[in-house]
């Protein structure tokens, strides 16, 4: 049986939140929360976005993420994303505990330019 590793605690037509417990089998050798952990968080926080949107696929597909590591992510994280732009470009930020953003990943449609709100 798979298990789940996130967490939907909200979800509105403004913004989705995930949380993920650092649990170790999403730790790497240096007990911090995996990279792979980091992204699959960002992407379900997408999907949950996705949903509350019309005419938008609720999957990744043809979506190209950039991704800034801003310090070593432990513990309880929680993810945010929101759409920043009206060609539907979306951010999501991950916090620790402490509200510290530990990582930001953009998500953006494949040849698509941006056009910001």
Do not use: W
């Given at each position: 049986?798979?298990?789940?590793?996130?967490?939907?605690?909200?979800?509105?037509?403004r913004?989705?939140?995930?949380?993920?417990?650092?649990?170790?089998?999403?730790?790497?050798?240096?007990?911090?929360?995996?990279?792979?952990?980091?992204?699959t968080?960002a992407?379900?926080?997408?999907?949950?976005?996705?949903?509350?949107?019309?005419?938008?696929?609720?999957?990744?597909?043809?979506?190209?993420?950039?991704?800034?590591?801003?310090?070593?992510?432990?513990?309880?994280?929680?993810?945010?994303?929101?759409?920043?732009?009206?060609?539907?470009?979306?951010?999501?930020?991950?916090?620790?505990n402490?509200?510290?953003?530990v990582?930001?990943?953009t998500?953006?449609?494949?040849?698509q330019?941006?056009?910001?709100?």
């Amino acid at each position: 049986m798979k298990k789940q590793f996130t967490e939907l605690c909200s979800i509105s037509e403004r913004q989705s939140q995930l949380v993920l417990e650092g649990k170790p089998r999403v730790k790497n050798h240096v007990n911090t929360i995996h990279a792979g952990a980091l992204f699959t968080l960002a992407q379900q926080s997408l999907i949950a976005k996705l949903k509350t949107e019309t005419n938008v696929p609720t999957d990744t597909k043809g979506f190209c993420f950039t991704i800034f590591y801003k310090k070593p992510a432990r513990g309880l994280l929680r993810a945010s994303t929101e759409c920043i732009t009206q060609s539907r470009d979306y951010l999501t930020k991950i916090y620790d505990n402490n509200e510290i953003i530990v990582v930001e990943i953009t998500a953006k449609k494949s040849g698509q330019e941006s056009v910001h709100v």
